[in-house]
């Protein structure tokens, strides 16, 4: 199978359901099946790049926490053109109880540039928000 192929489809009708101005969202097995794009996530880490097993790991283990909802991925940009790219993310949401602080130390070993709530973004294929939680941004720039 093309998990980048499919992988794109899905980003394309999210794109097409949300409208122009909707940010589309992916869970972390879609962005992980078959992705061994070490320039997709956190591309800015350049030699300190934890690599994506460890990305993997971190977010899986994320959102196996009880305070947590959910976690997904923001595509920033894909290029169906480039078969050696994957679908590039500079950002997770992460819908949660926890602080932020909290959230810095959950995502620590994949040196984000921030976490701050997220306000502006109107997110396509992420999941209502639950009563006391919040969508909070790991972000690398």
Known sequence: MDFRK????KILALKVAGGPH??????IRDFFTGNTDAASIGCNLFESHPGLAKFHEVFVKVEQKPEVFAVRIFIYEIQP????FWPFADRAFVVTKASIPEVKKWFADLLPDDVYEEQSL?????PSVPHGYRILTVWWD
């Open 6 to 9: 499919a992988l794109n489809l």
């Open 81 to 84: 053109e480039r078969p050696d």
């Open 122 to 126: 109107e997110l396509i294929g992420m």
């Open 22 to 27: 909707r940010c589309p969202v992916v869970t």
